[in-house]
């Protein structure tokens, strides 16, 4: 069983940065992408960046583009978010997700991490 566990969320203000940090453990990762998603009160989930963990084949979704970036290190089996130049409305519990290639639905989840961005 894969296990995620988030850190590194916290409050900035506007314009500021986070680098948030998935530590993966309990599976090997080579046939996996691993995602990241939030969500806000009152709205949807959102995936706002995926990688594959074999090649580092790399999506980031339109709303974060330029200032979000996905990457993974495979001897710390570790993902990462870099995000820059917040926004009030980047503010949302992230949450690290692992699925397996080819499936629509990510079968693992961590327990989020809050990201609060002040205007």
């Known amino acids: 069983q894969v296990r995620l566990v988030e850190s590194g969320g916290g409050s900035v203000q506007a314009g500021g940065s986070l680098r948030l940090s998935c530590a993966v453990s309990?599976?090997?990762?080579?046939?996996?992408?691993m995602g990241w998603s939030r969500q806000a009160p009152g709205k949807d989930r959102e995936v706002v960046a995926a990688?594959?963990?074999?090649?580092?084949?790399?999506y980031v979704a339109d709303s974060v583009k330029g200032r979000f970036t996905i990457s993974r290190d495979n001897a710390r089996n570790t993902l990462f978010l870099q995000m820059y130049n917040l926004a009030p409305e980047d503010t949302a519990v992230y949450y690290c997700?692992?699925?397996?290639?080819?499936?629509?639905?990510?079968?693992?989840w961590g327990q989020g991490t809050q990201v609060t961005v002040s205007s």
């Open positions: 990688i594959t963990w074999s090649e580092a084949r790399s």
């Open positions: 309990g599976g090997t990762l080579t046939n996996y992408v």
């Open positions: 997700a692992a699925k397996l290639r080819g499936e629509t639905t990510y079968l693992y």
